[in-house]
């Protein structure tokens, strides 16, 4: 058996969450102030102790990496998988979430209803799909690690809420509950046996903004 913890980085701001835009694979930057948020948590997680960093290739998780990784005392490496990327929303990526809902009523409220299990957007991923590529990489890249220290990953808040809803036997459609704020920390315990995840215990959730 081995045992982990993993603490979960919600990427900083773009000036599109700040603006209602819904983004999945869209692939903005940070804003100057998510630039700046990401800074100051780097400042306070870096003399902390770390075993390896991940992030998702989508440019506002890895900017937000970039501040943890050259910041932190000694500066860290930096390792890509794109399993951790957001939530494909497929014909709404990009799009006005006040747009959508005028144009597709029916569809957004589907996506809004927090009794609704599975679920994609026209084009797009359904969430069974998404927890599936993030609990692989769990699987394959976390047991790479050393379990001394803690494991960082810089992820999106869709799939880090769904995986955390299916954790608590919610409905995925209730993955908002659980979705951490931007520049956020959740820190977690999982145990492995023979390779496949086991317990998953919340230890801490943290706003560091």
């Known amino acids: 058996m081995k045992e982990y913890e993993i603490w979960l980085v919600r990427h900083a701001k773009t000036w599109e969450n700040a603006n209602y835009v819904m983004i999945g694979h869209t692939d903005p930057p940070l804003s100057k102030e998510g630039i700046e948020d990401a800074r ?18 989508l440019k ?19 390792e890509v998988s794109p399993l951790l990327r957001e939530l494909d929303l497929g014909d709404m990526d990009g799009v006005s979430s006040f747009t959508a809902y005028e144009k597709w009523r029916g569809i957004m409220d589907q996506a809004l209803d927090q009794t609704l299990d599975d679920f994609a957007f026209p084009n797009g991923e359904w969430r069974s799909e998404a927890i599936r590529r993030w609990e692989l990489f769990l699987t394959q890249s976390i047991l790479e690690c050393d ?6 990953v810089v992820s999106h808040g869709a799939v880090i ?45 943290i706003d560091l903004m």
């Not at 506002?60 to 930096?78: D, K, N, W």
């Not at 379990?147 to 960082?152: A, D, G, L, T």
Request: charged letters at 15%; hydrophobic letters at 40%.
């Open 40 to 57: 100051q948590l780097a400042i306070r997680l870096r003399d902390q102790s770390v075993s390896q960093l991940f992030t998702s290739p």
């Open 60 to 78: 506002r998780a890895h900017l937000t990496a970039e501040q943890l990784a050259s910041l932190h005392r000694p500066p860290l490496s930096i």
């Open 147 to 152: 379990p001394k220290s803690p494991v960082w």
């Open 161 to 205: 809420g769904l995986w955390l809803a299916k954790i608590y036997g919610m409905p995925l459609g209730a993955f908002r509950r659980f979705q951490p704020y931007h520049g956020s920390l959740t820190k977690i315990r999982v145990t492995y046996e023979q390779g496949i995840i086991g317990n998953v215990n919340m230890l801490k959730s």
